[in-house]
């Protein structure tokens, strides 16, 4: 600081020059903080709608988990009642209500205990047999209960018998969001029930999502006000559609918005510090040009220039301290020099005792030292670093900092406490890799941990070995003592199963009771034989809930790597294939897997490969079989149905190889195959005559079906009213909308359009009146019937009278009697096929039939 001598010495400069040049640089200077401070304002707006960004995307990750967990609940009570052989006998085999309500194995107590107001079993004909409304038994229809149709729900659990795969979906029930889990009832693994070969039935759990319901779940998971989203909210962020497309309503919640309180409690304090500048700036301002004015005054009036330059720093200093953060300086040394008193505030320690101390006794990080990132060269000034601390409490912190270098080598930086942020993130990483209820790891984490293990590339030597164990005996724990007795036994087995492995070692569940064990270092059968022995001897003590023994077993299936897989997801399957073995050998005990096990899955893999083969190879056949007049007996056209000639295996018939090629996409190919190919020998036929051929479901979803048929129809010049495509009600139940169009398509074209399988669909009365057929096709089921049921026989004369009505033709399928001919004649219906009158034929067979004559009598 100049001496007074100088100062009084200096030349006079005139006095508004001085004063302008004061004021000019005062007003750059304002300009400056006022920038500085809108920059802060708008910094804090961004902030608080972040703070709001991430509270509703918290919500709704739990509120999704939420609803993801019921969908487990309901799938897990389901498992129990579907796959239980004496469900399969009481509730398939026969009706049996005294079994299921009376006695309440399946009744009443599923409403006063776990609170399902709907259950019902559809029979193999689609027809509800058994109906439970809150505790009630009933004789509702499950569609007109639902107000739906449920047809590709029943198709999909029926699907899943095989592997007791459960369906679960939202719907709208009459305005009300439902969860609807479906399974096919099976004999599970009890040996002494003998399964059938129809269909099966399906039981069908519907849980509402009432006000009472989503309270709870809004209590469990820590959602404020979880509720059914009402129209005016349909359209707002915080919504969890439910069902595809939101089709079954929405859950909507109050989200909290902590950007408020940041607001209300920021926004003031940053307004003061304005004010505080506003002063400071109008008190230099005075000061400056009272000093202009009196420039050669005595060293009195630079005191006060002094004073006020002291004043103006303490104002700046009160502005730093009601930041947020806190504020450190440090010296060459890496020593503290300056802490400010947030620092006390946020992290509970002294500053006197901190102050002289290096930053590195303070601040840690994970990789490298606070000094060592500080002494990097050339460091961009604006990135920061993540650094842990130990508070008061003793209690880990965590805070990301920021520096800057200072012009005598030092550093000066601000500190930002991240410790909720840091905790909150670490939870949800938590919550996706372990289950919420038993804290074991999840699949995700299961795969994580089989992929890194495999990558180690295991030896028959030292293998790794999985065990998937499955509790025996769970299901009357959860029917006597309820789910919460369940749950104690489910954490109580997951505590067992830890102190059984080693620290290398790893279990998961991985669903309702079913756990997998990933065991190291057992080197032969026989010590794979003791720790299934282990864990069965630990899981078969008894459990304690409420005074109660409960006492529950174990079954195990065993696969190892390499010997057996050295995939994750291979493992996995054989180890569950072993799994179901050990249950089909009578429960508590273990089954190491086995090829043979696997013969089926590969010899299905070879069939794929064959057909692909095949089809690119000219093994298919088409055969024919005529379809009659039954009034006169002259045939009017007959259906193409394909066939495999396999090298090996001989004529494989559709029902082996169609499913295949469904799931494979060799549908189009094949199918591209036969429209050809029967349009190319329909073009021969006489002109009276049309040919029929199948369409596929899958075909209405992709493969541009009406481009293909008119392709077939041109290539051939078969006249387009010539070719019949017969189409099952499946279409219209995946995609009403989308098969509308296509088959207002295929009609522009000119082709016919026939429902095969007609009767056995809960909707084909309203596809009739607003799908474009030109027939129908009895189902051969009625007609098998004719002379045993007369309620059969009462179905076709309606179907007929239907037919005539809606100006469509009727055609009856499996005819095989004469008896079958008379009654149809009895009833009208229009044509008819079956073994009776012409088995399918091959080409060559078919157009000596033509040849010979087209009437019933000569064939």
């Not at 809930?545 to 897989?565: C, K, L, R, T, Y």
């Not at 469509?808 to 008896?819: W, Y």
Request: include cysteine; charge should be negative; aromatic fraction near 8%.
């Amino acid at each position: 600081m100049p001496k007074p001598e100088a100062i009084i010495a200096t030349p006079a400069v005139p006095l508004n020059s001085n004063v302008a040049l004061a004021k000019a640089s005062l007003f750059k200077f304002a300009g400056l903080l006022g920038i500085v401070f809108i920059l802060a304002t708008g910094l804090l707006f961004f902030v608080a709608k972040n703070l709001d960004s991430n509270e509703e995307s918290e919500n709704a990750f739990y509120a999704q988990k939420a609803v993801e967990s019921l969908e487990k609940n309901l799938r897990s009570t389901i498992k129990d009642y579907a796959f239980w052989g004496d469900g399969y006998l009481h509730l398939h085999k026969t009706v049996d209500t005294d079994w299921a309500f009376t006695r309440q194995n399946l009744g009443p107590t599923l409403y006063s205990d776990f609170g399902l107001p709907g259950l019902f079993v559809v029979n193999a004909a689609d027809r509800t047999v058994y109906s439970v409304l809150r505790g009630e038994l009933n004789t509702v229809d499950a569609a007109n209960w639902l107000g739906q149709p449920i047809g590709a729900l029943l198709a999909q659990a029926r699907q899943g018998a095989e592997n007791e795969a459960v369906v679960t979906t939202f719907l709208n029930v009459h305005g009300m969001p439902a969860l609807i889990a479906a399974a096919a009832l099976t004999p599970g693994a009890d040996p002494t029930v003998q399964p059938d070969n129809g269909p099966s039935s399906v039981l069908l759990f519907v849980e509402m999502l009432d006000s009472a319901k989503l309270e709870a779940m809004g209590k469990d998971y820590g959602i404020k006000g979880l509720h059914i989203a009402t129209p005016d909210e349909i359209h707002k962020s915080s919504i969890l559609p439910l069902g595809e497309g939101g089709s079954a309503g929405g859950l909507h919640w109050e989200a909290a918005t902590p950007s408020t309180r940041l607001l209300g409690l920021m926004l003031p304090l940053i307004a003061i510090a304005a004010l505080l500048v506003v002063f400071m700036i109008w008190a230099i301002i005075r000061r400056t040009t009272a000093a202009a004015r009196a420039l050669d005054c005595s060293y009195e009036s630079l005191q006060l220039s002094q004073l006020a330059l002291a004043q103006s720093e303490a104002r700046f200093r009160d502005v730093a301290e009601a930041s947020s953060d806190w504020i450190w300086e440090i010296d060459q040394q890496w020593r503290f020099t300056y802490l400010s008193e947030r620092f006390e505030s946020v992290t509970g320690l002294s500053r006197d005792l901190w102050i002289g101390a290096n930053i590195d006794d303070l601040l840690r990080m994970e990789l490298g030292t606070v000094s060592q990132w500080l002494s990097i060269p050339k460091r961009r000034q604006s990135i920061s670093v993540q650094c842990s601390y130990v508070d008061l409490k003793r209690s880990a912190r965590f805070t990301r900092i920021s520096a800057r270098g200072l012009v005598n080598q030092g550093f000066r930086g601000t500190a930002t406490d991240i410790t909720d942020e840091v905790e909150a993130r670490r939870r949800i990483e938590f919550l996706s890799q372990h289950d919420a209820l038993t804290g074991l790891p999840n699949r995700t984490r299961l795969q994580e941990f089989l992929d890194g293990k495999l990558k180690a590339a295991p030896t028959p030597e030292h293998p790794l070995v999985m065990l998937i164990l499955d509790l025996d005996r769970f299901k009357p724990v959860n029917d006597l003592l309820g789910h919460a007795a369940g749950d104690e036994v489910l954490n109580e087995v997951s505590r067992r199963l830890g102190e059984c492995v080693r620290s290398g070692d790893l279990v998961a569940r991985i669903g309702g009771d079913e756990f997998v064990l990933i065991l190291n270092d057992l080197g032969s059968v026989e010590q794979v034989e003791i720790a299934c022995r282990r864990l069965i001897d630990s899981i078969e003590k008894p459990v304690k809930v409420e005074d109660q023994e409960v006492f529950v077993s174990a079954s195990i299936g065993i696969a190892m790597a390499p010997n057996d897989a050295t995939q994750a997801a291979e493992l996995l399957r054989y180890a569950d294939i072993a799994l179901y073995e050990a249950k089909a050998g009578g429960r508590k005990t273990w089954r190491f897997y086995a090829n043979e096990m696997n013969t089926k899955i590969i010899e299905r893999r070879q069939l794929e490969n064959d057909l692909r083969y095949g089809i690119a190879h000219g093994e298919l056949r088409l055969h024919f079989q005529p379809r009659f007049r039954i009034a006169d007996g002259q045939m009017v056209g007959a259906e193409a149905l394909v066939r495999w000639q396999h090298p090996r295996r001989g004529l494989i018939p559709p029902d082996t190889f169609i499913p295949i090629a469904e799931e494979t996409g060799l549908i189009l190919a094949l199918s591209n195959w036969v429209l050809t190919t029967a349009c190319e020998r329909a073009a021969r036929w006489p002109t009276n005559l049309f040919v029929s051929v199948n369409l596929s479901p899958t075909e209405f979803q992709r493969g541009n079906l009406v481009e293909r048929i008119g392709v077939a129809i041109t290539t051939t010049g078969l006249q387009a009213q010539r070719l019949e495509l017969e189409v099952t009600e499946s279409v219209m139940l995946e995609d009403a909308l989308g098969a509308l169009e296509v088959m207002r398509a295929l009609k522009r074209i000119g082709v016919r359009l026939s429902m095969d399988d007609f009767g056995t669909g809960y909707s084909s009365l309203s596809y009739l009146r607003s799908f474009p057929f030109d027939g129908l096709k009895i189902d051969r089921s009625f007609v098998s019937r004719l002379g045993e049921s007369e309620e059969d026989r009462s179905i076709i004369k309606a179907i007929v009278g239907l037919g005539r009505a809606l100006s469509l033709s009727v055609t009856a399928e499996g005819i095989e009697t004469v008896q079958h001919m008379d009654l149809l004649k009895e009833v009208c219906c229009e044509e008819g096929q079956g073994y009776f009158l012409s088995r399918p034929l091959n080409n060559d067979d078919f157009e000596s039939l033509l040849m010979a004559g087209q009437e019933l009598g000569k064939t």
